[in-house]
Structure formats: structure tokens, C-alpha cells
């Protein structure tokens, strides 16, 4: 078997398998179709014991085409952006693509530098879970023809493809369980939404459905990152306010739950007498007592949804069809976070 020293090449694997170097190439690339499933199972069997590994880099200087997709990720501490991002991997890895990610952190001028970065890379396309309002950066790429499907958040009026949750059907799901559980005054706690507009989307949906359920509530946006204090201020105020409706939280994303639970046990608060629930489903949400309440993401098919919305604009390069909206639906995880406790029976 060759070391990573001295690589194997093409024509050694072409004569390994008893095919073309032709063939072999074709292996490789977007044209792997046109083989048939014995060759294929040859080149791939002479490729594995070559240890081969194609050099994409120079097949994309050489040919045009890069077989990389950029990804740009605004919070890769998000747990949805990691689980989305395992959706568009898995999906790129399936079609023969390498998947370059980058972070933002929510940050403008990181999105347009690494913007550039891609760009210099030559990919074929883009995913991108956007910072904020359109770049110039961003606004050259898509002129000069490279694909873009937007992920989670909108920019305005920049047509691209957008794949991700119906947030109105989300909130609407939510507000539909926490009255049914008998809550009436409800807390919407979110991160500031002035950059992402699943947020904003998010909270004007809540506020809006407030009054048109007859709910008693309000919606804060807060910065996690800067000021937990103010977020527990904002519980506690909420908590003693007098209310003649149970209480509940009901928390924008998983970063949100995750803070808004540790403030509720700080403050001893009892979950069920006070419900809490969350969008986004996370791992501990089942081993915090006595279970949280979420509505699930599929962030599997999110991403997976992305890149083939991508790889057919890629197909279908010169058609010019009208962006497309592809939404997902929420899943209930009914947890104890939201069952109130029976009232007690007089002996």
C-alpha cells in the first residue's frame, strides 16, 4: 500500500483496476454515472488499496470545478448550527463535494473576510447562515453565478434560495401547548434580534398571537454573551409580577433554554409551577428534572435540504427559476417543564 509520502496515482489505480485513466477520473468527478456499478466497484476497491486520494485542489484549477462547498456559520457554538452543519456535510461527502467552514460569530466584517476567503478557493457553491444585511462581498459572489442557498435567516430582499423552520408555525405550536397545559401569562425570552430573522420573525409572532389569543405576556431580547444579570433581573421581575394566569417561559433558542434554566434553578424555581419551554431540542433537556419541554428542529434534513437545493442550482446552471422557501416543521417533545401539578383534594 503507498504512505502518505509517496502517494499513489492516477494511472496506478487505472491500471489496478484494468480501466482507463478516463475512467478513473470520471470516478472522481460529477460523471461517476456514467460507469457502470462493476467499473465503479473496481476503481474504488484499487483506489482503496492504493491508499489514492485525488488531489481536489488541482482538479479544480485544472477543470473549473473545485468539488468544495463553502459554509458560513454565524454561531458555531449554536447547537443547531453544529447539527445543521452535520446535515450539510454528510450530504456534501454523499454527492462527492468537500465541505469548507467558516465561522462568524455574528460578526459583519468576519463574514466579508471569509467571504473573500472562499471565494479565493473557487467553490461551487454556498451555504450561508448570514451575520446580517447583505455584503458587497456576498452580492459579487451571486452575480458572478456561484449558487447560494440562505440557511435559517433571511437578508432582506436578497433572492436566494432559503431553507429552514416555519417560525410562525413554531410559535404557534408553542403558545397552542402552553394554553392547552393551562398557562396565561407567558415570558418570551430571546437573544437580541436585530441581525437574525428567525428571531425577529420569531418575536413578532409571539407578541402578535398574544393579543389575538387573549394572552397575558411580553418578549425580551437580551445579550446572553454580555449580561446574564439582566436576564435574571428579567425572570425575577416576571415571577413577582401579580398575575392571575400560571406562568411560563417559553425560550427563543437552545442558548436561550440552557441560560434561562440555570437562572430557574439559581432562583429555586419550581418547573411546572412555572413551565418552561424551548425551541431547539437538546441533549440534556431529558436529564434536567423533571424534563424540558422543546419543539425539535429537524437539523438533519435542514442541511442535508440545503445542499441539494445547491447541487440542483448547480445542475441547472443558466435556468434562472425563482428562488424557492423550503420550511420545516417543528416536532413537540412533551416534557414534565410543562406539566402543572395536580391541585390538591381536602380530606
Known amino acids: 500500500m503507498a504512505d502518505n509520502l509517496n502517494r499513489a496515482t492516477i494511472l496506478e489505480v487505472a491500471r489496478d483496476a484494468g480501466v482507463s485513466k478516463?475512467?478513473?477520473?470520471?470516478?472522481?468527478?460529477?460523471?461517476?454515472?456514467?460507469?457502470?456499478?462493476?467499473?465503479?466497484?473496481?476503481?474504488?476497491?484499487?483506489?482503496?488499496?492504493?491508499?489514492?486520494?485525488?488531489?481536489?485542489?488541482?482538479?479544480?484549477?485544472?477543470?473549473g470545478h473545485s468539488r468544495l462547498i463553502g459554509m458560513l456559520v454565524a454561531d458555531i457554538l449554536n447547537p443547531f448550527s453544529v447539527a445543521v452543519m452535520h446535515g450539510v456535510e454528510q450530504a456534501c461527502r454523499a454527492r462527492g463535494f468537500s465541505l469548507m467552514v467558516c465561522n462568524t460569530d455574528n460578526d459583519p466584517a468576519q463574514e466579508r473576510?471569509?467571504?473573500?476567503?472562499?471565494?479565493?478557493?473557487?467553490?461551487?457553491?454556498?451555504?450561508?447562515?448570514?451575520?446580517?444585511?447583505?455584503?458587497?462581498?456576498?452580492?459579487?459572489?451571486?452575480?458572478?453565478?456561484?449558487?447560494?442557498?440562505?440557511?435559517?435567516?433571511?437578508?432582506?430582499?436578497?433572492?436566494?434560495?432559503?431553507?429552514?423552520?416555519?417560525?410562525?408555525?413554531?410559535?404557534d405550536m408553542a403558545l397552542d401547548h402552553l394554553s392547552a397545559q393551562g398557562y396565561g401569562d407567558l415570558l418570551y425570552l430571546s437573544e437580541p434580534t436585530s441581525q437574525a430573522s428567525s428571531r425577529q420573525l420569531r418575536r413578532e409572532r409571539f407578541e402578535q398571537q398574544l393579543v389575538v389569543r387573549g394572552l397575558e405576556g411580553k418578549a425580551a431580547s437580551l445579550s446572553l454573551d454580555k449580561d446574564h444579570a439582566a436576564l435574571e433581573h428579567?425572570?425575577?421581575?416576571?415571577?413577582?409580577?401579580?398575575?392571575?394566569?400560571?406562568?411560563?417561559?417559553?425560550?427563543?433558542?437552545?442558548?436561550?433554554?440552557?441560560?434561562?434554566?440555570?437562572?430557574?434553578?439559581?432562583?429555586?424555581?419550581?418547573?411546572?409551577?412555572?413551565?418552561?419551554?424551548?425551541?431547539?431540542?437538546?441533549?440534556?433537556?431529558?436529564?434536567v428534572t423533571p424534563g424540558i419541554t422543546t419543539l425539535a428542529q429537524p437539523t438533519e434534513g435542514i442541511g442535508r435540504a440545503a445542499v441539494e437545493a445547491l447541487l440542483q442550482r448547480l445542475e441547472n446552471r443558466g435556468n434562472a427559476a425563482p428562488p424557492r422557501r423550503i420550511q420545516y416543521q417543528a416536532q413537540l417533545i412533551s416534557r414534565g417543564s410543562t406539566q402543572r401539578p395536580a391541585p390538591l383534594t381536602p380530606r
Not at 23 to 46: D, G, K
Not at 126 to 137: K, Y
Not at 236 to 265: E, I, M, W, Y
Request: glycine share 8%; charged share 25%; net charge neutral.
Open 234 to 287: 428579567a425572570i425575577r421581575d416576571f415571577l413577582a409580577a401579580p398575575s392571575q394566569q400560571p406562568k411560563a417561559l417559553l425560550c427563543a433558542n437552545g442558548h436561550v433554554t440552557l441560560a434561562v434554566t440555570r437562572a430557574l434553578q439559581a432562583q429555586g424555581v419550581v418547573l411546572g409551577e412555572t413551565g418552561l419551554m424551548g425551541i431547539d431540542e437538546l441533549d440534556w433537556c431529558d436529564l
Open 113 to 171: 473576510d471569509h467571504l473573500a476567503l472562499l471565494a479565493a478557493y473557487r467553490v461551487e457553491g454556498l451555504v450561508i447562515n448570514a451575520a446580517g444585511q447583505p455584503s458587497r462581498e456576498l452580492k459579487q459572489i451571486a452575480e458572478q453565478g456561484t449558487p447560494l442557498v440562505l440557511l435559517d435567516r433571511s437578508l432582506g430582499d436578497f433572492e436566494a434560495d432559503e431553507v429552514g423552520l416555519d417560525n410562525a408555525r413554531a410559535i
Open 22 to 63: 478516463t475512467s478513473v477520473s470520471r470516478y472522481f468527478s460529477s460523471e461517476r454515472n456514467r460507469l457502470s456499478e462493476t467499473m465503479q466497484t473496481r476503481i474504488a476497491r484499487a483506489a482503496k488499496r492504493l491508499n489514492y486520494r485525488p488531489n481536489q485542489m488541482a482538479r479544480g484549477l485544472k477543470g
